[in-house]
């Protein structure tokens, strides 16, 4: 019964979905599984379980993995479960989520990851990375985390995920972290995962971050993290297919959303792609990065992301699409229509020229932009319009904007390697842009 009003809310957001893209750009093809999953997702599980019937005490202070860890065993013996979180601290170490789960964190009940180091399992770098983000080697594992997953949904009356990030951001900036930081969720290689309805906060590193897995969805989410704390992306679909993210309040020290899929000669070797990615109807603010960003790793490919009535406010880029020499892959059908973009540094930025690499890279590797729309988009308050940068091996085409109205105390900036047209947009686009 818990879980009637969440599905019927992922249904409807769903057929939103449908509506939006219909009149849009991308084509609805890759909105035909959201009906096949709606059925499951609006089942009850057989099977109800109470944290604290497992000895969790939920008093900020108490170690309460065991009691985690027990219930989840339940859940996986029982064939599936909806594990209920009463109000409570629960002070727990990371953990791996198992199938056909639901977590119900009532409001006030909060998931309170250990700070301390030892607690974080170091695991295996992701293939399409070959190492940890920031450090060769392993990385450590994520608070909630899962392989090989199918039906999990994490949701609440407003419950919170707290990764007591502080501990670790310290620490990455002193110089002496050794591994690269956990997430705060994380699935890998998953089916039907869904996020809603919970705050998630203080994460360690990217807040959430599924990974070669079919089908997630993000609904209502509010996720914070300090302005100042770093690297800490609110969702960052990477190498996935088949993504709703809506009515979700994102404000964080990194990219809002950042949509990846590997990292330069791994990254286009493992070859999994991210597309069918829409976004709808949020609120982003990242007052040193992006509202909403393609890459950096985008080595496998990142395809068909449809983005609609989204604010974006006091962000450093509105839309920015990052990649470089050495990336390889491609950006394509990336669409952001009907949104307000008001006081950020640069409302549209589109780099072919951003660094950073793993051992091993080769400059052969020359990234492919291509089919980016902008429609119907307003703001005011801007440092700058828009930056767009292509590379002279290949340049970036298909650049299009049309009834935009965005204004800055800069206007617009091309260099000769951008190709595209432009359609009603006050002030006008760089010539490069073909008026039409």
């Not at 944290?51 to 065991?66: I, K, R």
Request: glycine share 10%.
């Amino acid at each position: 019964k818990l879980l009637v009003g969440t599905c019927i809310a992922a249904i409807l957001a769903f057929a939103g979905a449908r509506r939006l893209v219909a009149g849009g750009f991308p084509s609805t093809t890759h909105f035909r599984r959201y009906s096949e999953i709606t059925a499951e997702l609006n089942a009850a599980r057989q099977h109800t379980f109470n944290l604290t019937d497992f000895g969790a005490v939920g008093d900020g202070v108490t170690n309460d993995t065991h009691a985690m860890l027990a219930a989840v065993a339940a859940v996986q013996q029982a064939g599936d479960g909806l594990l209920y979180v009463p109000p409570g601290t629960y002070l727990i170490a990371p953990f791996n989520m198992t199938s056909h789960l639901t977590i119900y964190l009532e409001e006030k009940a909060t998931l309170l990851a250990s700070d301390v180091f030892s607690d974080w399992p170091v695991i295996a770098p992701m293939p399409s990375y070959g190492q940890g983000r920031d450090h060769p080697g392993p990385r450590r594992a994520s608070f909630l985390h899962g392989f090989n997953l199918t039906d999990v949904i994490i949701t609440g009356n407003n419950g919170t995920v707290d990764g007591q990030g502080q501990v670790w951001w310290t620490h990455h900036k002193s110089g002496n972290e050794t591994y690269t930081r956990g997430h705060l969720f994380e699935v890998m290689w998953s089916r039907d995962v869904v996020l809603s309805s919970i705050t998630l906060q203080n994460s360690p590193f990217w807040t959430v971050h599924p990974v070669y897995s079919v089908g997630f969805t993000a609904l209502n989410l509010t996720i914070l993290n300090p302005i100042t704390s770093p690297n800490t992306d609110g969702i960052d679909p990477d190498s996935t297919k088949d993504v709703l993210i809506q009515n979700c309040y994102i404000r964080v020290g990194d990219d809002a959303i950042a949509i990846k899929s590997g990292w330069d000669q791994y990254g286009y070797n493992y070859n999994v792609s991210s597309s069918n990615i829409t976004i709808l109807d949020s609120i982003f603010i990242s007052p040193c990065c992006a509202a909403i960003c393609i890459g950096s790793e985008m080595s496998g490919g990142v395809s068909n992301v449809f983005a609609s009535n989204i604010t974006v406010l006091n962000s450093a880029e509105g839309l920015r699409l990052k990649t470089g020499i050495g990336r390889g892959g491609y950006i394509s059908n990336i669409t952001l229509a009907n949104s307000l973009l008001n006081d950020n540094k640069v409302a549209f930025e589109y780099n072919e020229h951003y660094g950073g690499h793993p051992s091993g890279w080769s400059p052969l590797a020359i990234p492919t932009v291509s089919g980016i729309y902008v429609r119907n988009c307003t703001g005011t308050g801007n440092g700058q319009v828009a930056d767009l940068e292509g590379l002279v091996e290949r340049g970036m085409s298909g650049i299009q904007f049309e009834d935009i109205t965005v204004t800055g105390v800069k206007g617009w900036e091309c260099n000769e390697f951008v190709q595209g047209s432009q359609r009603n947009v006050v002030p006008p686009a760089c010539p490069q842009l073909d008026q039409i």
